[in-house]
């Protein structure tokens, strides 16, 4: 008996035993959308991803980078910025790939990755041309980088410098004023922020969808701010100062050079490119078109919510289009004399004409504010000065100080809500440092702005103290910059 | 000293026999687990990424329970069916839709959302709990070479008890 209790307990513990070990090695795998490993039986992909890139004919690794002179970051005055760069140019080919893929750069100087600060002044961005979005130049794409970062609009001043020997005597030739130390320290606050936003932007990788090219741009310049005191220029004014719009420099300029440079690519799949996002236009009642840029023209959309092709956005509420791929740059355009689009929002560009606004699907989901009456908007683009404008209209023919005394106008600094501020003495407005203020005005209206704070001037076709303008078919937007 | 002798071989006796009972208890529960798996209709997968690290890594065993979509939560681990490669994924909800009756998915240790959303039909179910290390069994096995070597020895064990019993019968005068 107890020799048949022991064998059918043996028998159970045995069945027990291989349903176990059974069930263990059978377990179906459970895994990510998109996970590869080195070794090839753990890999599972979506689609095929097939990318090559290939560095430009002439550019080697590791590098020679020469440079004819120095030039700040993001000057958006200076129009010689991009003659001070050296460009090395990365064709990316997904033709054949069936999912998105990425490149990421890295630049490194021996063993040192190179970041955005340090390394004697060379710095480096990348960026890949856009005509959707204006950006044809690298100084069109740092702009509209800073941009998108909400970080403070570009300086406008002029530090192109360069140096030369003549006769066995250094001369240097610069437009920037070393003895202004107020523009010093604008620079140095500007830079601690766009910095960040470049170091951000570099990291990021570059998405190229399936079935797609894109040239991608690696770009280094010699920063002034790192290198002033190697050309001495805080020591007295500049030798000689450059006047002329177009770069010209002497044939014994004394170049800069880094050497040992490395630059690598390295592509993955890229599951954010196939990403899709939202489009919601709100605010007051608009028809408004929408357009999608695909295969390189524009597209009008007519899917819902867009009926014959124009999307209705009733007072106070919103539509939203779903969908849209991330990164896929859009255009709306206001159908009739109004509303008008909220030309607060640094992320899109609204044109000359007021009526069309042009921007990029991002991640998280893109709204656009239309607003019923249009406004008047002034940036302060100074990091460390509050501006102080007075604000007069035209009004029965005569300028009256606008906002009266006791009335609100909105105020915010750098790109965060706005606030209502009450206005302290007829028609004076407080511009943050950094930020902007907002005034509601009618269509038509003249308006003239003048500025009270002896360091600050009008950006307006030059540089002024008081400019006059017309709320014509669109809201208007102003911006202060230092003055130099 | 035959006493000493008869002392050491029922000491070992015991030893064995405690070893015994409990490889014999450890099987029967985990046996008696696996049964309870079954009957309540769970089921199993075996974790073959590091998507979800830290809380899920590769070589678990996560274990899901059929849910009704209207019970599932922003936060929730989920396993599901993707069509485009044939596989199972279990990721964490990030978002529901409601009106679309679809989930939004992401690894807790990838960079971005998952591609595409899942709809109430490829949803498999909800994480009921997992095991951690059970999982390499099943891993292992995906291993062909080491899947011969395993057989190779069953193989080589069998016959050396058959002729070792043999022997021993021979030896017996049989």
């Known amino acids: 008996m107890q020799k048949k209790s022991k064998t059918i307990l043996t028998a159970v513990v045995t069945a027990l035993f291989m349903l176990s070990l059974g069930y263990f090695a059978l377990l179906a795998p459970t895994t990510a959308w998109y996970y590869q490993r080195e070794d090839e039986s753990y890999t599972f992909d979506f689609g095929n991803f097939s990318m090559t890139e290939s560095l430009e004919e002439g550019a080697q690794s590791p590098a020679n980078v020469t440079l004819r002179g120095t030039t700040r970051f993001a000057d958006a005055g200076e129009t010689l910025f991009n003659e001070m760069l050296y460009t090395v140019k990365v064709a990316v080919d997904n033709e054949n790939g069936e999912m998105a893929g990425s490149i990421n750069v890295h630049v490194k100087r021996g063993d040192t990755e190179l970041s955005v600060e340090g390394h004697d002044g060379l710095k480096w961005f990348v960026y890949s041309p856009d005509a959707a979005n204006h950006i044809n130049t690298p100084k069109d794409a740092i702009n509209a980088m800073l941009r998108r970062k909400n970080s403070s609009w570009p300086l406008n001043y002029n530090t192109l410098t360069y140096k030369t020997t003549n006769n066995g005597e250094t001369e240097w030739y610069t437009d920037y004023d070393p003895l202004n130390g107020e523009a010093e320290a604008a620079y140095e606050a500007y830079n601690t922020k766009a910095l960040s936003a470049l170091q951000e932007y570099n990291e990021r990788g570059f998405s190229v969808l399936a079935g797609e090219t894109k040239d991608v741009y690696i770009v280094f310049w010699a920063e002034y701010g790192d290198l002033k005191s190697d050309f001495g220029v805080n020591a007295s004014a500049a030798d000689r100062t450059i006047t002329e719009r177009t770069f010209a420099a002497p044939s014994n300029t004394t170049p800069i050079t880094y050497s040992g440079l490395t630059i690598e690519i390295t592509a993955k799949p890229d599951t954010g490119g196939t990403q899709t996002s939202s489009l919601t236009i709100s605010g007051a009642a608009a028809s408004v078109e929408l357009y999608l840029l695909d295969d390189g023209k524009w597209k009008k959309y007519t899917e819902s919510p867009a009926s014959d092709g124009t999307i209705s956005v009733s007072s106070g509420s919103s539509v939203t289009v779903s969908d849209i791929l991330v990164g896929t740059p859009y255009k709306l355009k206001l159908v009739g004399a109004t509303p008008y689009f909220d030309n607060s929002n640094t992320s899109v560009r609204i044109d000359e004409t007021g009526r069309e606004l042009t921007g990029t699907i991002s991640n998280a989901a893109t709204t656009v504010t239309l607003l019923s009456t249009p406004t008047l908007v002034i940036f302060n683009e100074s990091a460390s000065s509050a501006a102080s404008v007075e604000l007069s209209t035209w009004t029965s023919g005569a300028w009256a100080a606008y906002p009266s005394s006791g009335v609100t106008y909105e105020s915010r600094t750098g790109a965060g809500a706005w606030s209502n501020v009450t206005a302290g003495n007829a028609g004076e407005l407080s511009v943050p440092a950094g930020g902007s203020v907002r005034v509601t005005l009618t269509a038509d209206t003249q308006y003239k702005l003048k500025i009270k704070t002896a360091s600050l001037l009008f950006d307006d076709s030059g540089r002024a103290t008081q400019i006059i303008g017309k709320i014509a078919d669109g809201s208007d937007t102003v911006s202060i910059i230092p003055n130099p | ?174």
């Open chain 2, 1 to 174: 000293m035959d006493g000493l002798k008869h002392l050491g071989g029922e000491m070992s006796f015991s030893v064995r026999r405690v070893l015994r009972n409990i490889v014999l208890i450890a099987v029967a529960l985990i046996g008696v687990f696996v049964l309870f798996v079954l009957v309540s209709g769970a089921k199993g997968f075996s974790v073959q990424s590091d998507s979800m690290t830290p809380r899920l890594r590769r070589g678990d065993v996560v274990f899901v329970r059929r849910v009704s979509f209207d019970d599932l939560a922003v936060g929730d681990i989920v396993s599901a069916y993707f069509p485009q490669n044939d596989g199972v994924f279990t990721h964490r909800i990030i978002s529901i839709d409601e009106a679309e009756r679809v989930i939004h998915t992401r690894g807790d240790h990838t960079l971005s959302e998952d591609p595409a959303p899942t709809d109430e039909a490829h949803l498999i179910g909800k994480l009921w709990f997992s095991l951690p290390y059970a999982g390499y069994l099943s891993i292992a096995l995906q291993n062909r070479v080491l899947i011969y070597i395993c057989f190779g020895a069953a193989i080589v064990v069998i016959l050396a008890r058959i002729v070792l019993s043999d022997r021993k019968t021979k030896s017996r005068g049989v």
